[in-house]
């Protein structure tokens, strides 16, 4: 698993799982332990580069959301 981008506790995770690439978006939980996934792919793609592209299209949108507060 790979997770370069972080902003704020948002982070973005790109795997393969099952023969497919997916990408994942978790905030770390205010109470508790560990991250909370708040977004995530669904099918999966057929690269890690697409997988990539989509998670970070998610990400920055998701990242504009909370500058934009």
Not at 10 to 23: A, K, M, P, S
Not at 37 to 48: L, Q, T, W
Request: glycine share 12%; proline share 4%.
């Amino acid at each position: 698993m790979n997770a370069p981008y972080e902003f704020c506790g948002l982070t973005l995770h790109v795997f393969e799982q099952d023969g497919g690439w997916n990408w994942g978006l978790t905030i770390e939980r205010l109470r508790g332990t560990g991250e909370k996934v708040v977004a995530y792919s669904d099918p999966p793609f057929e690269s890690e580069a697409q997988a990539r592209e989509d998670g970070m299209r998610a990400y920055d949108a998701a990242r504009s959301n909370v500058e934009g507060v």
